[in-house]
């Protein structure tokens, strides 16, 4: 089974960037696996930021973007916020139809 | 309201099955993909099962190993998720999504399921 590897924690000054990225134990990333990318805080339901690499969801701030960078997808958050702070997941879509989150990154915000 | 509503979690002992629902409102049901994901609290998000648009295409997660069965009633707008043999590994909240073209946007609340005796 393919293993999805986040940075399980990384930290970014207010107004900042910051890239988050995901690796497949498989190989390269590619936009054909549909990378997605998820922010969850404490008690909520995931939201939906990233989908297809590099659209943003309906009511995303365009300080949030998504790409493939060398072999892992990534996301970036540009002029980072005190309420950014939250854990981050990305998900993909693998060959055959099964779909595999990365273990989240724990993101703050100092 | 554009929503998901998930049901039927609760307390049932190993070896048990439960069934999950999920009702979808404010929007056309049928032309979606739908995904189970689950999470035990306090740690991270995984991928469980999805069934196609007219019911006949499902996906498992390997650790499903047969024991669930996801479905849909179109007619009724409503997702299920049939869980048998449970263990006390699957102990966890259970989220349904919608899915348009790889576009997983919406989520419910979750239902907590608990295997424990």
């Known amino acids: 089974q393919t293993v999805v590897t986040q940075e399980p924690s990384l930290s970014v000054t207010p107004g900042g960037t910051v890239t988050l990225t995901c690796g497949l134990s498989?190989?390269?990333?590619?936009?054909?696996?549909?990378p997605s990318w998820f922010q969850q805080t404490p008690g909520q339901p995931p939201r939906t930021l990233i989908y297809?690499?590099?659209i943003r969801s309906s009511g995303v701030p365009d300080r949030f973007s998504g790409s493939v960078l060398g072999n892992k997808a990534a996301l970036t958050i540009t002029g980072a916020q005190r309420d950014d702070e939250s854990d981050y997941y990305c998900?993909?879509?693998?060959?055959?139809?099964?779909?595999?989150f990365g273990g989240g990154t724990k993101l703050t915000v100092l | 309201e554009v929503q998901l509503v998930e049901s039927g979690g609760g307390l049932v002992q190993p070896g048990g099955s439960l069934r999950l629902s999920c009702a979808a409102s404010?929007?056309?049901?049928?032309?979606?993909?739908m995904h189970w994901v689950r999470q035990v609290p306090g740690k991270g998000l995984v991928w469980v099962s999805r069934v196609s648009p007219d019911g006949r295409g499902t996906n498992y997660a390997d650790f499903v190993e047969g024991r669930f069965t996801i479905s849909r009633d179109n007619a009724r707008d409503t997702l299920y998720l049939q869980m048998n043999s449970l263990r006390g590994e699957d102990t966890a909240v259970y989220y349904c999504l919608r899915d348009l073209y790889w576009h997983l946007d919406l989520w419910g609340r979750g239902t907590l399921v608990t295997v424990s005796s």
């Open positions: 404010g929007f056309t049901f049928g032309p979606y993909w």
């Open positions: 998900l993909f879509h693998m060959t055959g139809g099964n779909w595999v």
């Open positions: 297809n690499t590099n």
């Open positions: 498989s190989g390269s990333v590619s936009t054909s696996d549909h």
